[in-house]
């Protein structure tokens, strides 16, 4: 399996500037969860779907922040218009979820470091 | 709501020495627990888990035992090598929106040299 797949893995850009993460979940998994990683907040969750509908996004920091899932296969985060403060690292992970499970390990993938001028 | 509590890093250690990282949790029930770990550049993984209480989960030469006397599951390693050197992360589940989501711990950075 090939695990899940973020692009791009680096992504430079301005102030001001639309950015688009991607993620492919692991085929098979039914949720999807969109993390950022700070030094100074550590991970936070954005938001996470199960079933390609979002479940939870209180933790988007704001409108600028859009995350969509059309299929199982794949999913965005946009940011629009993106600021130096976004500057982080962006994960995405995929488990396996159901009503009641409690074993939800969670894989993530291998990160998009982001960087706002 | 469900939380958890990591000591603060980093953490430097000799190769060889005896690791001891705490994490407390506070819950409802009795949830699973886990430890994730974070190598330079890459995502989490999961390090080991243990799915009730008192039982020990162990990989790679870490161990951690759910104790649900102190509300604790410290991950603990004999003898660390440089490979070692990584985030370590506690979590637990939370059930929100009709299903579970992980919270993580702040995180503890471990730095073994040689």
């Known amino acids: 399996d090939a695990g899940v797949i973020q692009s791009p893995r680096h992504e430079v850009t301005e102030m001001g500037q639309e950015v688009t993460l991607r993620c492919k979940p692991i085929?098979?998994?039914?949720?999807l969860f969109w993390y950022r990683q700070t030094m100074m907040r550590g991970l936070e969750l954005l938001i996470y779907?199960?079933?390609?509908?979002?479940?939870?996004d209180s933790g988007m920091p704001e409108d600028r922040f859009s995350a969509k899932m059309p299929n199982a296969s794949f999913s965005t985060l946009k940011i629009q218009p993106s600021e130096p403060r976004d500057s982080a690292v962006y994960f995405c992970?995929?488990?396996?979820?159901?009503?009641?499970?409690?074993?939800?390990?969670?894989?993530f993938g291998p990160g998009t470091r982001l960087t706002v001028l | 709501g469900n939380s958890v509590t990591q000591m603060e890093g980093p953490v430097t250690l000799s190769e060889e020495a005896f690791l001891t990282i705490n994490c407390t949790y506070t819950?409802?029930?009795?949830?699973?627990l886990f430890w994730y770990v974070q190598y330079p550049g890459e995502g989490l993984q999961l390090l080991l888990k243990?799915?009730?209480?008192?039982d020990k989960g162990s990989n790679k030469g870490f161990e951690a035992t759910y104790r649900k006397e102190t509300t604790s599951f410290h991950l603990e390693k004999g003898s660390v090598q440089v490979s070692d050197s990584a985030v370590y992360f506690c979590?637990?589940?939370?059930?929100?929106?009709?299903?579970?989501?992980?919270?993580f711990g702040a995180g503890t950075r471990l730095a073994v040299h040689p």
């Open positions: 992970a995929s488990s396996y979820v159901s009503s009641g499970t409690v074993n939800n390990e969670q894989f």
């Open positions: 085929s098979g998994h039914n949720s």
């Open positions: 779907f199960n079933n390609n509908v979002p479940i939870d």
């Open positions: 819950a409802t029930g009795y949830p699973s």
């Open positions: 243990a799915t009730k209480a008192d």
């Open positions: 979590a637990l589940p939370m059930f929100s929106g009709g299903y579970n989501k992980l919270i």
